[in-house]
Structure formats: C-alpha cells, structure tokens
C-alpha cells in the first residue's frame, strides 16, 4: 500500500543546530498551555530505579491496568524538552498514555540525562555537545531496555514487542536508537546481539549522522511511523547537511524507507510547525493504534504517505531563528 505525496525543501548548506537546541527547549513552554488530563484512576503507576550514571539516578514509570493479559506489547516513551528539560511524567503525555493502556499496551516512560545543560554555543563546527546529549540519552534508553528485557515476565511485557515512542528529542532520540542498533554501532552492543525492536513511533524527530548519507546497513529499521509538520523550524522536517554531518528529518527518513521498501507511516501536517511533536498524540490516536495493531502485531509491510492539510487549523509553531535568540 502507498499513499505518496511529494514537498521538498531547501536548506542552506550548514548545520544550524544552535536553532534546533534552543528551538527544543521552549517545549516546556509550550506544553503548559496544551490540553492536559490525569491518569485514570484505575491505571497503576509504578516507579522504579533502572540505572545510575554519572551520579544521575535514573528511573522510569510503568502505567497497566491490574488486568492487562500477559506478555502484552510494551510502549517505551521519551519526553522531549531540548535534552535542556522536560520530565516523563509530564500532564501533557497522560492523554497518550491512558489510550495506550486502555487497548492493554503497557506504557514505561523513562528520565533520561539532559546533556545539553549548561552547554556552550552550538555551530557546524562545534557540535559536540548535542551530538554527546543524544548519545547519552540513547545510552539511557538502552539501559531502560536491559531493564525491561530482564524483568519483562514480573512486567507482563512480550520481549518480542517492545516499541519506542518519543517526543521532540525524545523522537530523536528513539530514530537515533533504532538507527544505531540496525548499524551495529559500539554504542548499541549493551543491547542483545539478537534483540530488535518491534516499532518506532516519533513526534517531530530526526536521526543525526556523522558517516555521510542515511543508510542502514546491517539490518532493516523496525517498522516506523513519524508525525511532522512541513513548516517545522525546530526540527528539520527534510535535511540539513554540511560534509559528512547531517541532521536528517522525517521527511527524509521517509524517502530513504520508501526506496528500501521499509514499512513505514509518514504523516505530514502541511503548513504546520513543531506541534506535531504532542497534538498527534491527542488527536491521532486511532491512527497510532492502528498502526502498532497492523504493522507490528500483524506484520503488514504497508508503505503509507499521507499528507493531511487543515485549512481552518491555527499555525501556532512558526517560531523564527531570531525569535529564539531573543529568548
């Protein structure tokens, strides 16, 4: 199945990822005025400790019903916030979360180490720091996974089915995981040699390469579904590319699946900006239990391109480079 509908965008030939961290950030802005609920009553909420790294002690939260069957998926979740800020527990993600439990998924959303606090000035030649924040929130992140892996029988978690979901730097930080362990990089072999996981499903994301074009090499990516706005200043929606370093968004991880024949699940949001980082877990809900249900569970190899455009929706995300600097 393919539903394609082509937008391209130009960029300049730098890496403007000075914007893209300081864009990230202003989530927590944003997120405090978005619709927000609580976690139903009848939904448990556990915390518990996975990891300690430099001297950061890392915990996550499991959200089920006492009832969920056994062996159910499991829907790993990042927050986003700039790798500046942000929480797993934060109001806006509860909407998501309580959907995701109802239909019997169980939902771990995991604290990650915010690497790009305190970090200097971001440029094409001193990308440094964001490119160690991802790395260690991807660290983080498979360490959330050895955790669940080993005690996936007392969790009731399927270790076949274990999907990583993520929001903003959360996003990236998923693609990026997803994206290292199909490349056997050094980074990913903390994670059993034979352990994949079972989907992605990304807000607003972008993987980050150092090794020139977007390949995956050693294994095809799991099955994939990205949201992005087509006017997203935050996070590239494309690519931007200078030499061997690129930042490459949904739109090109897209076109990189449809070539290999990947299955994925593209949603464009034309004319939009960075809300596609949390409004699609609102409103989108049906889509994203859909997918999980045909391309995970039932394995479907669909290929879907979907362009969705809103002509009465208010553009609320076209944040400016200078906007951000005066902030």
Request: proline share 4%; net charge positive; with cysteine.
């Amino acid at each position: 199945m393919l539903i394609h509908h082509r937008y391209s965008q130009n960029h300049t030939p730098r890496l403007h990822f000075t914007l893209i961290v300081l864009a990230l950030s202003l989530l927590s802005i944003v997120h405090t005025s978005a619709q927000q609920v609580t976690i139903d009553a009848d939904i448990e909420k556990k915390t518990f400790t996975f990891a300690t790294r430099d001297s950061a002690v890392l915990q996550l939260d499991v959200y089920r019903y006492s009832g969920t069957p056994a062996n159910s998926p499991c829907i790993i979740f990042v927050f986003g916030g700039g790798f500046i800020r942000g929480s797993r527990d934060a109001r806006i993600y509860n909407r998501y979360f309580n959907t995701l439990v109802k239909n019997n998924y169980v939902v771990i959303s995991i604290s990650y180490r915010l690497g790009m606090q305190g970090a200097k000035r971001i440029t094409p030649f001193r990308v440094k720091p964001l490119r160690n924040a991802i790395a260690m929130a991807v660290e983080d992140l498979y360490d959330a996974t050895n955790w669940t892996l080993k005690n996936a029988h007392t969790l009731g978690v399927d270790p076949a089915k274990i999907i990583l979901s993520g929001s903003s730097a959360g996003a990236i930080t998923i693609l990026q995981a997803d994206y290292e362990k199909c490349n056997g990089h050094e980074i990913a072999k903390v994670l059993p040699e034979n352990f994949r996981y079972a989907g992605v499903i990304a807000f607003a994301g972008a993987i980050l390469s150092f090794n020139g074009a977007l390949k995956y090499k050693n294994s095809p990516p799991a099955p994939t579904m990205l949201f992005h706005g087509t006017k997203d200043n935050l996070v590239v929606y494309n690519k931007i590319r200078f030499l061997y370093k690129g930042f490459y968004g949904s739109s090109h991880i897209a076109k990189v699946f449809r070539k290999k024949k990947y299955p994925h699940y593209i949603y464009r949001e034309v004319g939009m900006g960075h809300e596609s980082s949390y409004t699609p877990m609102n409103n989108k809900q049906q889509e994203i239990l859909w997918f999980i249900e045909q391309y995970i569970l039932n394995k479907k190899p669909y290929l879907m391109d979907i362009s969705f455009d809103d002509l009465q929706k208010v553009r609320t995300m076209h944040i400016t480079r200078d906007a951000l600097y005066e902030r």
